[in-house]
């Protein structure tokens, strides 16, 4: 029951932009996205979320369409170590109206850094 | 460096077996949520722990069940184990506030189980 669709794999040269697109048409009006990566069968890694507002932190910044139906994942200067995959995610509640909430993963961009 | 470890970091059960995955949560945090990651497959939310009460639970049959403990650590407890529970376990600490806010959920690195 994933939200969001991803291109599976993209490149991007070494200090360049590398820009990550993200649809997720179905998204609700209180329905947060974020943006994790995995490195590897590594732990996901916390980048970015944000509801309606560009969003930007040291890592990266989130620019989301004003219907809410996609958003964009920016890594200014990508380096070899962004290598990673990169999971567009909703964050929708547990239950209907409540306050616990739960992450729901697609398959996620596979960003290819290279020199 | 989240702060949330995991062990073990991979084991090999048969099946029919029971296994156990623990979970320490980072500093400060309070609840606990665990997914499995098939090979190839974003993570797949598990089930939630607040309070020492599961707090929300995902498409999982009963036989995936959970724990948390006072000091807000957590255990994955699966029976009866099937092949198609070969997977990455993970779990994730958050903080969740009064009034609804919480913080983001941080990852540890996960559990590797085998089940031949």
């Known amino acids: 029951d994933a939200k969001t669709t991803q291109p599976p794999s993209m490149d991007c040269a070494e200090g360049r932009a590398a820009n990550l697109p993200c649809n997720h048409s179905t998204i609700s009006g209180n329905e947060y996205v974020y943006w994790y990566r995995q490195i590897h069968s590594q732990g996901p890694q916390y980048i970015i979320h944000g509801l309606k507002n560009n969003e930007t932190n040291e890592m990266a910044s989130l620019i989301i369409t004003e219907d809410r139906k996609s958003s964009t994942l920016i890594l200014p200067h990508a380096t070899l170590r962004d290598t990673a995959v990169y999971y567009c995610i909703v964050r929708v509640p547990i239950f209907h109206g409540g306050a616990t909430n739960k992450l729901i993963f697609g398959t996620g961009t596979l960003l290819a850094v290279q020199p | 460096e989240t702060g949330v470890t995991q062990s073990p970091t991979h084991l090999i059960k048969t099946r029919g077996q029971q296994v156990t995955l623990r979970c320490s949560s980072q500093?400060?945090?309070?609840?606990v949520s665990w997914y499995q990651q098939a090979l190839g497959q974003g993570p797949q939310f598990i089930f939630q722990?607040?309070?020492?009460?599961?707090?929300g639970r995902g498409n999982f049959p009963p036989r995936f069940s959970g724990l948390q403990f006072p000091n807000y650590s957590s255990e994955l407890n699966v029976n009866a184990l099937e092949l198609d529970d070969s997977a990455l376990y993970l779990c994730a600490s958050s903080l969740m506030l009064w009034g609804n806010r919480r913080s983001e959920q941080y990852f540890g690195p996960g559990t590797r189980l085998t089940v031949t």
């Open positions: 722990y607040y309070r020492e009460e599961e707090n």
């Open positions: 500093s400060g945090h309070n609840t």
